[in-house]
């Protein structure tokens, strides 16, 4: 299992872009990357997926460089309502189950 | 109607009791979770199904146990709650991908 690090949290203003970076140094090659977002006493919701290059959807980017060994998520002008933790998943392991780090606290202030 | 159910959404319980968390899905996936999560930290997984005839521990699975009663129906059990069994529980299921549905969760209290 490819094992993921990230900052523990991050702070930004309103209309600012986020960007958080997750290492996966270990990544095996059929291993895609996936995050989820969650909010206080919710289940996490995916936001984006994607395996090399660049993925954007109407809601995050996410950016992979060629050596995969680490992925951007990329939140563009946030705003209040994109407080929440993110969290990066890589691949599988040998079950095919997913498991969760600690994930990153994004707060957003005025 | 949501995707994937969880009931209750609220337990309190004392020391001992056994008690039984249900979760159902109309997404018409064959794999389903349970994972656990306490403040502050990510979630745990406990246990994992990948079609009807197939359950499986996952990293914290003692103390509980499961049921896959159908494909859309998947349901957790405390033998005998302990306090420390105290947290926010999750239900999810996925398909081939990785993309995982989560349910709105079951706060258990044990008392």
């Known amino acids: 299992l490819a094992k993921t690090t990230q900052p523990i949290s991050m702070d930004s203003y309103e209309g600012q872009e986020v960007n958080i970076t997750c290492s996966h140094n270990n990544i095996a090659t059929n291993d895609y990357i996936t995050w989820y977002q969650q909010f206080p006493s919710q289940g996490p919701r995916f936001i984006i997926q994607g395996y090399k290059t660049k993925v954007t959807n109407e809601v995050a980017s996410l950016f992979i460089p060629a050596d995969r060994k680490s992925s951007t998520l990329s939140l563009p002008r946030v705003s209040l309502s994109d407080t929440a933790v993110y969290y990066c998943?890589?691949?599988?392991?040998?079950?095919?189950?997913?498991?969760f780090g600690a994930g990153t606290q994004v707060v957003v202030t005025p | 109607d949501a995707d994937v159910t969880q009931t209750p959404r609220n337990r309190i319980t004392k020391t001992g009791k056994r008690i039984m968390l249900e979760c159902s899905q109309t997404?018409?996936?064959?794999?389903m979770y349970w994972y656990r999560q306490d403040p502050g930290l990510g979630l745990r997984l406990i246990y994992y199904s990948f079609d009807v005839k197939d359950i499986n521990k996952g990293e914290i699975s003692d103390g509980y146990s499961v049921s896959r009663q159908a494909q859309a129906k998947f349901s957790l059990s405390l033998e005998s709650a302990i306090p420390n069994q105290t947290a926010l529980y999750f239900c999810?299921?996925?398909?081939?991908?990785?993309?995982?549905?989560f349910g709105s969760g079951t706060q258990l209290s044990v008392l």
């Open positions: 997404k018409g996936h064959d794999r």
């Open positions: 999810a299921t996925s398909g081939e991908s990785e993309k995982l549905f």
């Open positions: 998943l890589v691949g599988t392991d040998s079950w095919g189950k997913l498991q």
